[in-house]
């Protein structure tokens, strides 16, 4: 075998290598997204992905982190994903996106029995402290907005308990995640008045930069397919029934 030969066996070899490749899928605790019940991983972006899974014939594993680690690594090396990321123009060019799979509204609310009007982020400003998940990306936008009561916690359940314990007047939290946010805290959305709208968000399934493309747009096509055959849609209206599924990209 002359040596071009051998070298186009290895490339091959290679490329097959690398098309097997078990890909490892990272996600945070966050129902109803992904979260541990009786020891199983569940949400409505585990069953998407797991049906993503399926459907492209990957070798791949989901497993949950904090957030932290996991956006750590999936900047990390090749293989690595993570759900649900929200794609903003910072991240844009660290990650390869398929999405979006999900859209929220995030706004502030406050207790009902407060009585609050909130309209502007000069109310939000006057408010008191006002206690956001460091990293969170909402965290990030107020802190450029230059708010001085921008207190950064380590975690949304921290959030809460702050809020629920009257350290706070407001909270700020994302529709889709809302009756789920404040159920550890005793809460209902019943219990708090909604305030205004301070950002919208597309969230994504992010796939490191040094991934193959070919995964990447073998998954896109495939969520496509699935918004076409219904697949899509009944998920969603199983986990979020109250809430609009995202728009297809354009």
């Known amino acids: 075998m002359g040596p071009l030969r051998c070298w186009g066996v290895l490339f091959v070899a290679l ?26 991983l569940r949400g409505f972006g585990v069953d998407v992905v797991r049906e993503l899974i399926a459907r492209t014939g990957a070798h791949a594993q989901i497993e949950m982190m904090p957030w932290t680690r996991a956006y750590t690594l999936a900047q990390r090396g090749p293989d690595v994903a993570l759900f649900a990321m929200v794609r903003t123009p910072e991240r844009e060019q660290r990650f390869q996106w398929v999405g979006p799979i999900l859209h929220g509204k995030v706004r502030f609310y406050s207790l009902k029995s407060r009585g609050m009007q909130v309209d502007s982020l000069a109310d939000v400003a006057a408010s008191g402290p ?30 809460v308990t702050l809020f629920a314990h009257g350290r706070g007047n407001l909270i700020l939290l994302e529709d889709i995640l809302l009756r789920d946010m404040l159920a550890p805290a005793g809460l209902e959305p019943a219990d708090v008045q909604p305030q205004m709208v301070f950002m919208e968000s597309s969230y994504y399934i992010a796939f490191s930069r040094d991934t193959d493309p070919a995964i990447v747009a073998a998954w896109q096509k495939e969520l496509a397919e699935m918004r076409r055959d219904g697949s899509f849609s009944a998920i969603f209206r199983q986990w979020l029934p109250d809430v609009e599924p995202p728009q297809a990209p354009r």
């Open 15 to 40: 490329l097959c290598l690398r098309a097997n490749a078990e890909l490892r899928i990272l996600t945070e605790p966050g129902p109803p997204t992904a979260f541990m019940e009786e020891g199983e």
């Open 130 to 159: 006002l206690a956001v998940p460091k990293q969170w990306y909402s965290y990030e936008a107020l802190q450029a907005k230059g708010l001085q009561n921008l207190y950064g916690v380590p975690s949304p359940q921290t959030m």
